[in-house]
């Protein structure tokens, strides 16, 4: 859910930006310690990065008819994990307001936190929880729907925070309910098409997923026949 | 629409005037708009911003309206949503028997301000968007010292955006043709099915990235050669004197209300 620009209070543009200015700080810290010893991540990190773009301005159909976006956080931060995520999500809105006139400029910070930090944040704890015990597919369902889920009731918390209004748990229920009726289904269908993408990764590059260190080798008892099998 | 707001930055008239002059505009026009107690400046902004648009950067009328499209809409349902739920004087209600619907003074007075803040904001952004190309901003970020990382990763996502776009809407036509989408299930499978593949062609780009870039003597930064010039003092003076003008008139008419 992106909060367009001008929507936000000078107060809590200010107050978010230095909220997701301390986590990207750490992330850049973070990102700088994998560059310095690998540098052919780079390139990778970047491709990655247009991938969520790609993902994230998707049509997705949905069964009223109409179409919506996905976030592709969820998939990131388990891919990548929270840090790297969150660098990636900062560049990916901006861009998504600079060429698609999604989101703001001002409201950048309070975008950031609540798709770039904590949806990602709780969709990799979930993967986190769960690996190992389920089949890691529906684990990644499972982390995409939560991740989009914990996005949606961030962005109802800053708009409460900026307009609270004579009963704040009262005004964020409304924005809650507001936003249920797109998001709650839209997480669905974002969860089911992030299965469907890990399902065939798996099937078809399980090599790459190993690399990444995400999956363990007794989900894919097959994998070196793959790998060596080349193109 | 995905290409037209980067092709027009390209194109229009106003490509040629410094970033660093655009920037410092929106960005403090931006600021004094979330600033703004008066639903009158954002408004003053959004016509001046655009008419910069329209008559100075010669962007298509229908291109940049469409574009303000969903910040009209989502503006109204904002000021509906915001009389509905603000404030306990009302101006009219209707009695429903078991429920009474009305809307607040309080609340319309703030759902208008915020709707003019969101026109004002979306059409500077837009100013932004639509008269700078990508690759000038980046040398402003750069220049604003900005994290080389975040820059360089910044740099090589935008060229890599359009790459796998083509990919996709290849590989969707392959699809599209062979019945991939022609109903909900089938569509969410081979969605799934193009986006896995995506990631596997994006994942051995990336591989194929590093060796170019290796190849031709990269290690671990990228440089870059071309500087923007500073611009004349005397275009940032007339900016600041025109934010501050901005500003004078939304503290003065503060107090205005339209209820």
Known sequence: MHIMEGYLPIQWCIFWYVLSGIVWVYAIIQLKKILSEKPEVKPLLAISGAYMF????????????????PCGNGLGAVLFGPAVTAVLASIVLLFQALLLAHGGITTLGANTFSMGVVGPFFGYLTYKALKGKINSTYAVGLAAVISDWMTY??????????????????????????????????????????????????????????????????????????????? | MKYSIDSIAFTNNLKDVNPKLKVLFSLLTLLVIVFSKSFIAPLLVFLISSYLIIFKAKVPAKVYFYLLLPAIGFGLFTVVF???WYGSEKIFSINLGFIEIGFTKEGLNQGILVFSRMLGGVSTMLFLALTTPMTQLFYVLRWLKLPKEFVDIAMMMYRYIFV?????????????????????????????????????????????????MSSRGYDGEIKVLKEIENPKLIY????????????????????????
């Open chain 2, 164 to 212: 796998l776009l083509d990919e996709f809407i290849t590989m969707k036509n392959a699809q599209e043709t062979r019945l991939g989408h022609k109903d909900i299930k089938t569509s969410y499978k081979s969605l799934g099915l193009l986006m896995a593949n995506l990631f596997i062609r994006t994942w051995e780009k990336g591989e194929k990235l590093f060796i170019t």
């Open chain 1, 153 to 231: 009731v961030t962005t109802s918390i800053q708009l409460t925070l900026a307009f609270p209004g004579d009963n704040p748990l009262h005004t964020f229920l409304a924005f809650a309910t507001v936003f249920a009726v797109t998001q709650v289904p839209l997480a669905i269908a974002e969860g089911l098409l992030t299965m469907v993408i890990w399902d065939k990764l798996k099937e078809l590059r399980p090599d790459l997923l190993l690399k990444l260190g995400v999956i363990d080798e007794s989900e894919v008892p097959n994998v070196s026949v793959v790998t060596e099998g080349g193109e």
């Open chain 1, 54 to 69: 790609i993902l994230s301005s998707l049509k997705m159909p949905s069964v009223t008819g109409s179409c919506s976006h």
């Open chain 2, 82 to 84: 915001m009389g509905f």
């Open chain 2, 236 to 259: 940032v003076i007339g900016i600041i004197i025109f934010e501050i003008f901005i500003l004078i008139i939304s503290i003065l008419t503060s107090n205005i209300k339209v209820f």
